[in-house]
């Protein structure tokens, strides 16, 4: 399994937009990259998903650039409320893959306003 | 539609007592996951349902843990006798297709206090 990097924690302001950025320097072809969000007291939530270029949502874009080797979830104007822990995750979706997730130690974002 | 419960929310037991949790799935889920967290550590799997087959159990700690799955729905994890490395949150996500990097849907989790 690809083992990813990501910042231990990040703080910034209201209405800011927050960048994150996971490295995976040995993803392998058929990995995608999955991003997650936990709230205190709650469990993981799925945000987003990409396997390589640009993926955007209501919640967050993911940019993945050629090589993949790193990603950057980006979060615009965020708010108190996204204040959680985010996991950067990279696998394979098929079901020839691993049978559960790998999360690491994620990075605490803390917004303050 | 209603997402994944979990039950009890805390259970707070001493050491040798037995345990058991309980995860309702979202319904029409055929993959049903259990992980846990414990003090400082990161979020680890422990198995996969598929229906009422254990697909994958290798991340179950040791044998006094007991997962069930009858009938394909509700799941539950059993630990007897517990100890107190057993403390923690434990976590129940469902999931349409197969394959663990498709979405999850995660429960709020169990917290288990062994003292």
């Known amino acids: 399994l690809a083992k990813t990097t990501q910042p231990i924690s990040m703080d910034s302001y209201e209405g800011q937009e927050v960048n994150i950025t996971c490295s995976h320097n040995?993803?392998?072809?058929?990995?995608?990259i999955t991003w997650y969000q936990q709230f205190p007291s709650q469990g993981p939530r799925f945000i987003i998903q990409g396997y390589k270029t640009k993926v955007t949502n209501e919640v967050a874009s993911l940019f993945i650039p050629a090589d993949r080797k790193s990603s950057t979830l980006s979060l615009p104007r965020v708010s108190l409320s996204d204040t959680a822990v985010y996991y950067c995750l990279v696998g394979d979706i098929s079901g020839g893959g691993a049978d559960g997730l790998t999360f690491g130690k994620g990075t605490h974002l803390i917004i303050q306003p | 539609e209603a997402g994944v419960t979990q039950f009890p929310s805390h259970s707070v037991i001493e050491k040798g007592q037995t345990v058991t949790l309980r995860c309702d799935p979202i319904?029409?889920?055929?993959?049903l996951y259990w992980y846990r967290r414990v003090m400082g550590k990161e979020i680890k799997f422990l198995l996969h349902f598929v229906k009422e087959s254990k697909q994958d159990e290798s991340g179950m700690p040791n044998n006094r843990f007991l997962a069930e799955r009858t009938g394909g729905t509700y799941s539950t994890l059993k630990v007897q006798p517990a100890e107190l490395e057993d403390s923690g949150v434990y976590f129940c996500a469902s999931s349409q297709l197969a394959g663990a990097y498709n979405e999850q849907f995660f429960g709020p989790g169990t917290r288990l206090t062994v003292l």
């Open positions: 319904s029409g889920h055929d993959n």
């Open positions: 040995n993803i392998a072809t058929n990995d995608y």
